[in-house]
């Protein structure tokens, strides 16, 4: 494929950087595609600034490289990538105008990520993709879709990377996480260990994506009702976490919410309730009170409060 000297040569002055208002990419996000801005941009930009890219200055962007067929490259996929990324992330926190609508549309990037990769032959991209797409799938319930696109990722990256590579580790633990939503625990549990373990060998004891899988391991135990497991894994999870991310860290909330869960369980409901309160307190400091992880902490209080 033929490819443009220089990527970003033939445009001009397609990103413009406004207040904050709804539909826009953040600062932080903004970020991300830095390799795309012109050094124009570069010096009305930078992550200090209260600076916001409309969401559709990518779209059209990415629109006009498409139309200039000669250069499409490894950079196009990554703004597929990009603007994939970005949609989910508004998804996850709640702030999409139309949810399905914006679902839609990172699927709709997500598959031209893919096209395009495959075309030029990037497998570990490839992989990446096929990961993403999974999770998108299963956070619509697509289970019979997601799984065959998580044991390709997994077997791509054993492939390129080895056995002992943190990618695998993830791939193992988001496969697990997709069995671990179907009721699928025989099948979960043998994968999440294997995540566990190997997060530990290749990173250390003190790692946020240790803690993420001793209570991933944990809410599994726990939905078998094998409490004695689960307590000192969701006990480690939240110290390590309390330790590496500080105590007004959204992780931290999700922990106090799981032990707090996991006391609930057990009818031990004056030990649930603190850390309850303490979870939604820290998620609505640090998430906003309308988030999804927020809502869903206030829920769970409720519902202790009420069957108390």
Not at 183 to 208: C, T, V
Request: hydrophobic residues 40%; negative net charge; proline residues 3%.
């Amino acid at each position: 494929m033929k490819k443009a000297p220089d990527f970003w040569s033939w445009r001009n002055g397609v990103f413009r950087f406004v207040s904050h208002a709804k539909n826009v990419i953040s600062a932080r996000e903004v970020e991300e595609i830095r390799f795309a801005l012109t050094s124009t941009e570069l010096e009305n930009f930078n992550s200090d600034n209260d600076y916001f890219l409309p969401i559709e200055d990518l779209q059209r962007l990415i629109k006009q490289i498409e139309e200039q067929s000669e250069i499409k490259d490894a950079k196009l996929a990554s703004l597929y990538i990009t603007l994939a990324n970005i949609y989910k992330q508004r998804l996850d926190r709640g702030e999409a105008q139309d949810y399905q609508q914006e679902l839609d549309l990172a699927i709709k990037y997500i598959y031209k990520a893919l096209e395009l990769q495959k075309e030029l032959g990037l497998e570990e991209d490839i992989a990446s993709s096929l990961n993403n797409l999974a999770l998108l799938y299963k956070s619509q319930g697509r289970y019979s879709e997601a799984e065959p696109l998580y044991i390709q990722a997994l077997a791509l990256r054993r492939k390129l990377l080895g056995e002992e590579h943190p990618d695998v580790a993830l791939s193992l633990n988001n496969l697990a996480a997709l069995y671990y939503s179907q009721g699928r625990y025989s099948e979960a549990e043998p994968l999440y260990i294997q995540a566990l373990a190997l997060r530990r060998k290749l990173l250390g004891e003190e790692h946020p994506d240790v803690a993420l899988s001793l209570n991933n391991l944990a809410l599994l135990y726990n939905s078998q009702g094998r409490y004695s497991e689960a307590k000192p894994l969701l006990i480690q999870a939240l110290a390590l976490r309390r330790k590496l991310l500080g105590e007004e860290h959204p992780d931290v909330a999700t922990s106090l919410n799981n032990l707090a869960g996991l006391y609930d369980s057990q009818g031990r409901y004056l030990e649930a309730e603190p850390l309850y309160q303490k979870a939604l307190e820290i998620a609505e400091l640090s998430l906003g009170v309308n988030h999804p992880n927020t809502i869903t902490i206030r829920k769970n209080l409720k519902l202790l409060c009420d069957h108390a």
